[in-house]
């Protein structure tokens, strides 16, 4: 065999095995920024199948840049224990108390890396397009590569199947907007519907952030900023113990259920 072909060879067999693994999990996660990557790292260590599927090349979502791309973030002590875990860097502001500085790349690849290692997959350059809903249930995902959908071909997409769906999916919480409007699902908001997000109030956000993590119909539950969007909450900007706290607040929801 050519080592051209023990390669490419490898890789194919490599990634379908893992793929494959993916197509039926206990948690299927849309989109890999910061809550997400804590979930799927607890979720994991927990025991439960979880995989995280990522639209862009690099998972970390709005981690990587910092605040307006100065690459340094802040997250206040309530989250400290978080970035322990994640063995991430951390450093008390000498000028205020409660608060500490990190590098958003460090936090970034951390984040990453822990999910990973805790053996969660993720998948990346994968968009989620729309759910499985069978009987009034939501039971997994529809995926297609992120390629084909930023090129508008025409090919049709493959499934996974899961007990749990998380919405990570940021400020747009594209996945509870798919289950509003395609699947007519009324979400457990004063509305049914999603609130939208007002604007920016740290303290606040940060708050609600954690507090509206939740399941917001029968197996579908969404952390972040998704949660926030959903339940109108406040932005936050460049502090991070919201996302990291709501990714726990998620997986320990999921994991007390499936207990
Ligand atoms: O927005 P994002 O970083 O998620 P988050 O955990 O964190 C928010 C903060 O980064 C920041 C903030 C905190 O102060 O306000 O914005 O709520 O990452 C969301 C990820 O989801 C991906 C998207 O590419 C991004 O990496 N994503 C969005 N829609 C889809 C998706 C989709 N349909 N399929 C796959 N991935």
Redo the contacts with the bound molecule.
């Keep these: 065999m050519s080592a051209e072909n023990i390669i490419s060879t490898a890789i194919v067999k490599s990634f379908s095995e893992k793929f494959i693994s993916g197509l039926k999990l206990d948690v299927a996660i ?7 990557l804590v979930a799927a790292h607890d979720l994991a260590k927990a025991g439960l199948k979880t995989a995280i ?4 090349l690099s ?5 990587w840049g910092g605040g307006m791309l100065f690459n340094e973030v802040v997250v206040q002590d309530e989250a400290l224990n978080i970035l322990d875990d994640f063995n991430i860097t951390h450093k008390p502001l000498s000028d205020a108390k409660g608060y500490h500085t990190l590098d958003s790349v460090e936090m970034a690849s951390g984040l990453i890396f822990g999910a990973l290692k805790a053996g969660a997959k993720i998948f990346n350059s ?4 729309d759910l499985v809903f069978k009987d009034g249930k939501v039971n997994g995902l529809v995926i297609n590569w992120t390629a084909i959908e930023r090129l508008g071909l025409h090919v049709d997409p493959l499934t996974v199947i899961a007990e749990n769906v998380i919405d ?5 919480s ?2 509870l907007n798919l289950a509003v409007k395609k699947a007519k699902i009324k979400l457990s908001t004063p509305t049914g519907d999603i609130i939208g997000e007002k604007p920016m109030w740290v303290e606040n956000g940060e708050a609600s952030t954690v507090e509206n993590t939740r399941e917001y119909f029968p197996n579908l539950y969404a ?4 949660a926030n969007n959903v339940m109108g909450g406040y ?6 113990g ?2 990291l706290m709501s ?1 726990r607040k998620v997986a320990d929801l999921i994991i007390h259920k499936e207990k």
């Design positions: 849309v989109g890999g920024g910061p809550s997400a599927f990522e639209r862009k998972p970390g979502g709005g981690t994968i968009s989620v397009e990570g999916t940021g400020h747009p594209e996945i952390c972040g900023m998704s932005r936050m900007g460049p502090i991070f919201g996302m990714g």
